[in-house]
């Protein structure tokens, strides 16, 4: 199973980015896709995650509004559309899939919910 995370690159304070993660190798439909990121100097963090079906998602309080979590399962694939990016968004945003369980509907923020993870892409937003 691999995970394949791009889109990452420089852009200014307010602009826009989307971030694609690409399964290989897995039924991706069968994956709860979460996203991550990690900041220099900070522990991994989680940003959203989407459940199989796409009808469920949940986001980290400070990017509500600003960060939208998709997937097309057809392509094997999960987007982050992230906007309104600011300075403190700066951070290699890993993406990760795990089994869809009653415990990682509930435990979706930890990293142990996931089973694999892509190599990350960073971004970073600064004038």
């Known amino acids: 199973v691999q995970l394949q995370a791009s889109g990452g690159g420089l852009v200014q304070p307010g602009g826009s980015l989307r971030l694609s993660c690409t399964g290989s190798?897995?039924?991706?439909?069968?994956?709860?896709v979460g996203w991550f990121r990690q900041a220099p100097g900070k522990e991994r963090e989680f940003v959203a995650r989407?459940?199989?079906?796409?009808?469920?998602?949940k986001y980290l309080r400070s990017v509500e509004g600003r960060f939208t979590v998709s997937r097309d399962n057809a392509k094997n694939t999960a987007y982050l559309q992230m906007n309104s990016l600011k300075p403190e968004d700066t951070a290699v945003y890993y993406c990760?899939?795990?089994?869809?369980?009653?415990?990682?509907?509930?435990?979706?923020?930890?990293?142990?919910?996931?089973?694999?993870w892509g190599q990350g892409t960073l971004v970073t937003v600064s004038s």
């Open positions: 989407i459940t199989r079906s796409g009808s469920s998602t």
């Open positions: 190798g897995v039924t991706f439909n069968r994956y709860v």
């Open positions: 990760a899939a795990g089994p869809q369980t009653a415990d990682s509907l509930v435990y979706y923020s930890r990293l142990d919910t996931y089973d694999y």
